[in-house]
Nanobody, 115 residues
Framework: QVQLVESGGDLVQPGGSLRLSCAAS????????MEWYRQAPGVQRELVAS???????YYADSVKGRFTISRDNAKKTVLLQMSSLKSEDSAVYYC?????????WGQGAQVTVSS
C-alpha cells in the first residue's frame, strides 16, 4: 500500500536551516508529482511546494527563495530544504501524493522555529 514517511522535523532558531525528507513506497514514485504541505494550529493546511515527475517545481510565495524541493527517484525520496527560517514557518509539514484521484498523506513532521 502507499506509504509516505516524513523525517527531519526539529526545533530550530530563526534564520536557521532544516531539511525534511519523505520516503515513499507502495507506488511507482517516478510517475507522480509530489507535494509538501504544512499546517499550523488553527490554520488551514497549505501547499508549500511541489515537484512534478520531470522535476518542474512550484513554491508558495511565502517560501519562494528560501525553500527548495527536490526528488531522488532512485531512492524514492522527496526533500524539502528550508533556509532562513522564520517563526511563521512553524507547522507540521506533510508529504502528499495524489494517485488516481486518491490523496495520500504522511504522518507529518513538526517544525518549530523559535529562539
Amino acid at each position: 500500500q502507499v506509504q509516505l514517511v516524513e523525517s527531519g522535523g526539529d526545533l530550530v532558531q530563526p534564520g536557521g536551516s532544516l531539511r525534511l525528507s519523505c520516503a515513499a513506497s507502495g507506488f511507482t514514485f517516478s510517475n507522480y508529482a509530489m507535494e509538501w504541505y504544512r499546517q499550523a494550529p488553527g490554520v488551514q493546511r497549505e501547499l508549500v511546494a511541489s515537484i512534478t515527475r520531470i522535476s518542474t517545481t512550484y513554491y508558495a510565495d511565502s517560501v519562494k527563495g528560501r525553500f527548495t524541493i527536490s526528488r531522488d527517484n532512485a531512492k524514492k525520496t522527496v526533500l524539502l530544504q528550508m533556509s532562513s527560517l522564520k517563526s511563521e514557518d512553524s507547522a507540521v509539514y506533510y508529504c502528499h501524493v495524489r494517485i488516481s484521484g486518491e490523496s495520500y498523506w504522511g504522518q507529518g513532521a513538526q517544525v518549530t522555529v523559535s529562539s
